[in-house]
Every structure is written in structure tokens, then in C-alpha cells.
């Protein structure tokens, strides 16, 4: 199956880069163990199969959350069910095609009558102040997306595993060689993942 990768035992002909979350979607865990990876109507599919367990979790690897997959159908059923939930996108005014979509803001007089005075209206000024506000605090706002998905997802699948309190200090710190080192007696696939989502922060196009 297209960008879709199956794990398992001793099975080396994949490794995580920490920081890079990229062809992947979502990611099933059987236990410890990381079992599937690939778009989210692909691991629906590959885990109508499998035996329905407790210690079955499935989790965004963009987030670190845990989702709830409904298997039921047939794959073609399942195939449709989650790539149209995949591609659905919010529809009402603004320029879709271009990615402008419109929402309500709600200021008061003497902020519309600022931005009603900028080149380009308020549209535009809106933008720039968005904009500005994103490289100002774009490095502050990486880190603590990280953090938060790295925490959603020990909570779920680590929260008895030695160390957990310790490596979550570590982690709300941005301690991350001693995060690293709190970790390292995990599970393989549970340890190499939360490593993954820790570091997901770091941009990729820098040095």
C-alpha cells in the first residue's frame, strides 16, 4: 500500500528521524509494540483484522492524541468512510480555492476603525498582525505543540512505566538529554515514538 509502512519485531528497514513527522498519519500500537503506520483509512483497514484488544491504541502523530477507529464495513466502506472525513473541508464565505476562509471576529469600534484606516483594509492588516505574531512566537508555539503531543501520548501507552513523572518534568523543562536518558529503558517502539513527537518542534529547513 502507498506511504503506508508495517512494523515489526526486529524489522530495521525503517527508522524514525527525531523531529520529522512526514508521510505518516497516524501510527496503531499492540501493547508496546508499534504494529502500523500510513493514512488514516489505511490503518483503519489493516486493523479490521485484528484482534480487538484494550492495549490496541492508534494515535495522530501530528497531535500525540488518541483516536477511536470504526472498522466496520468493508474496506472499500472503511476506504470511503475515512478518506471523506479525511478531505472534508469547511465550506461558507471566503476564497476556498485560494485558502482563505471567512470567520467571524468580534472587536471593538475603535479596532475596526484602525484596520479600516491600513493599506489594503482590514482583511489585510489582519493578515500581517497574524503573520507577524506567527514569527514572533513561532519557536515558543513549536515547542509547547511538541510537549503537548509528546505528553498525550505517554499519558496513554506510559503512564506505569518507570520514570514516567520524572521524564514528563523533563520534558515540560525542554530538558531533553535527561528526558532522553529517563526513557531510554522503555519499550523500543514506545521509547523511539515519544522521542519522535518530543523533537517534532525542531524545523526541519533549518541548518
Known amino acids: 500500500m502507498k506511504d503506508c509502512r508495517l512494523f515489526?519485531?526486529?524489522?530495521?528497514?525503517?527508522?524514525?528521524?527525531?523531529?520529522?513527522i512526514y508521510h505518516m498519519t497516524y501510527t496503531a500500537f499492540d501493547g508496546p509494540r508499534r504494529i502500523m503506520s500510513g493514512p488514516l483509512?489505511?490503518?483503519a483497514i489493516f486493523l479490521k483484522d485484528a484482534p480487538q484488544r484494550a492495549d490496541l491504541l492508534v494515535f495522530d502523530d501530528a497531535t500525540g492524541r488518541q483516536v477511536d477507529l470504526?472498522?466496520?464495513?468493508?474496506?472499500?466502506?472503511?476506504?470511503?468512510?475515512?478518506?471523506?472525513?479525511?478531505?472534508?473541508?469547511?465550506?461558507?464565505?471566503?476564497?476556498?480555492?485560494l485558502g482563505v476562509v471567512?470567520?467571524?471576529?468580534?472587536?471593538?469600534?475603535?479596532?475596526?476603525?484602525?484596520?479600516?484606516?491600513?493599506?489594503?483594509?482590514?482583511?489585510?492588516?489582519?493578515?500581517?498582525?497574524?503573520?507577524?505574531?506567527?514569527?514572533?512566537?513561532?519557536?515558543?508555539?513549536?515547542?509547547?505543540?511538541?510537549?503537548?503531543?509528546?505528553y498525550r501520548?505517554?499519558?496513554a501507552i506510559a503512564g506505569n512505566l518507570p520514570g514516567f513523572e520524572e521524564a514528563t518534568r523533563a520534558l515540560f523543562a525542554y530538558?531533553?538529554?535527561?528526558?532522553?536518558d529517563l526513557i531510554a529503558g522503555w519499550p523500543e517502539d514506545i521509547r523511539d515514538y515519544a522521542i519522535k513527537l518530543a523533537f517534532a518542534d525542531q524545523d526541519p529547513s533549518a541548518g
Open 41 to 43: 483509512p489505511q490503518v
Open 175 to 180: 530538558d531533553r538529554r535527561p528526558f532522553g
Open 102 to 150: 471567512a470567520r467571524e471576529v468580534t472587536l471593538l469600534p475603535r479596532h475596526w476603525d484602525w484596520l479600516g484606516s491600513q493599506p489594503g483594509g482590514a482583511s489585510v492588516a489582519l493578515r500581517k498582525l497574524v503573520d507577524q505574531a506567527r514569527r514572533t512566537s513561532g519557536d515558543r508555539d513549536r515547542v509547547r505543540t511538541a510537549q503537548e503531543a509528546t
Open 153 to 155: 501520548f505517554i499519558s
Open 70 to 97: 470504526d472498522t466496520r464495513g468493508t474496506p472499500e466502506e472503511i476506504s470511503i468512510r475515512y478518506s471523506e472525513q479525511a478531505s472534508a473541508e469547511p465550506r461558507g464565505r471566503g476564497r476556498p480555492r
Open 8 to 20: 515489526y519485531p526486529d524489522n530495521i528497514d525503517f527508522r524514525f528521524i527525531p523531529g520529522y
